[in-house]
Structures are given as C-alpha cells and as structure tokens.
C-alpha cells in the first residue's frame, strides 16, 4: 500500500525509531512543533481513529501510554499535548491512525488556534440531543 506510516513500519524509509511492539511504533516527527514531537503509530493501517475497532484502540492505548511517559520524561516537558486529527478537515495529513504526543514547556509560545463561540439560543439542547441520540 502506497501509505508512508506503512511504509515506516514497513522499514522501507527511514525514521528516528524511538520504541516499537506488536501493537504500534513511536518516532519522531519529521517536523515537529516542539522538540521531542512524537508519533504513536498504529501497526495496523486505519485510516482513522473509528476505524480501528475498540479493543485495537485499548491495545494502542496501552503503548500510547508508556511512549507519552517516555516522551514527558526524556524531555523535561512541564505538560504536554496528546492529538488524534482525523480526516483532511481536521488536518489529517496522512490517513493511516497516529498519536501526536507533544511535550510543552511553559512560555513554549506554541499556539493551537481555537476559535471558541457561543452557541446559538436553542443550538447547544439540539446538538446534546443529536449526539445522544447516536449513542450505540
Ligand atoms: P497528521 O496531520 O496528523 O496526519 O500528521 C502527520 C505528521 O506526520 C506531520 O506532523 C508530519 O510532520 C509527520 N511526518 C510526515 N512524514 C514523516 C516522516 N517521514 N517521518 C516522520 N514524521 C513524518
Ligand atoms: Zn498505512
């Protein structure tokens, strides 16, 4: 498959392989917004989050945790930003399931631009009933 995490995985291009399991391997991204900018990638291709069947995500989870202990750990980071994009409209590059791992610093000046508004009268009801009413 012509997917460059696969291909990662894969060992067909190269990366700063950080850990690697059975359920996922950790690198650094290529181009990180903070130093020690880390990928938690499946080994399994998803091409999202809802994709990947629940007990898949436990498993990945699971890693998830110890490289995102490493990743505070190993840089000193006083907090830190876990990220899941999912899809082209939320900034997803490459479809194939990742975890950002962001280690932060206070001052970092890093700046993820959320652009927060008030519900419409009424809206914020309709959409706490659409969404409940999608529940499995
Ligand atoms: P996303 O926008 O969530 O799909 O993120 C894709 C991430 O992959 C970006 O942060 C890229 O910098 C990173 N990336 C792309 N190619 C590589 C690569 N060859 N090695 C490491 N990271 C990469
Ligand atoms: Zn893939």
Redesign the pocket.
Known sequence: MDC?FCK?IRGE?P?SKLYEDENCLA?????PVAFG?T?VISRRHYPEFLDAPPEAMTEFMKTGYKVIGAVVKGTGAEGYNL?V?NNRCA?????HL?L?VIPRKNGDGLRFEWNPRPYPEGEMEKIAKAIKASLP
């Not at 690198?27 to 181009?31: A, E, F, H, P, S």
């Not at 900034?91 to 479809?95: A, K, L, M, N, T």
């Open positions: 460059i990662i291009i990366s690198i650094l991204d290529i181009n900018h990928l990220l994009n900034g997803q590059v490459i479809p990742h950002h």
